[in-house]
């Protein structure tokens, strides 16, 4: 009887609220639409899924070249993964681009996020760089 209780309090602890579902391009916030259709027009949309967290929407967009951009809840990215790609240069702040020129002059980024302390990047070569709010680099390593 008291495994049976562990188990129901376990399932009861899952919140309803977190719910991932596949929804439809024109379903996206506009904002989100007019970045995809910024930098990445002309690529198909594959799949466009919706996740409610705490009350609210983050959407994650694949792209028909493996490319995977996360959208925040107002529309504004969060993430940019291109793979093998470099991502849009516009999209790269021009202090973390001016970096990686200067510093890794033969290599792309290939993803980008927006983090709560700033901003992650990897490079080509599988470098991960974070940066914070004012773009000074806090680590460089894998």
Sequence with gaps: MLLLMAVLQLTSCHSDDDDEVVIN??????????????????????RVERET?????????????????????????????????????????EAIGRYVAENYPNLAIVQIERESYGYEIELSNDLDIQFDHDFKLIKAGS
Excluded: H, M, R
């Design 25 to 46: 391009q024109t379903d996206l916030p506009a904002a989100a639409q007019a970045f995809l259709n910024n930098y990445f027009n002309g690529l198909q949309v594959k």
């Design 53 to 93: 967290e705490k009350g609210a929407n983050k959407y994650e967009v694949f792209l028909a070249d493996g490319t995977e951009v996360e959208f925040d809840q107002s529309g504004a990215w969060t993430s940019v993964d291109c793979k093998s790609k470099a991502v849009p240069a516009a999209i790269v702040p």
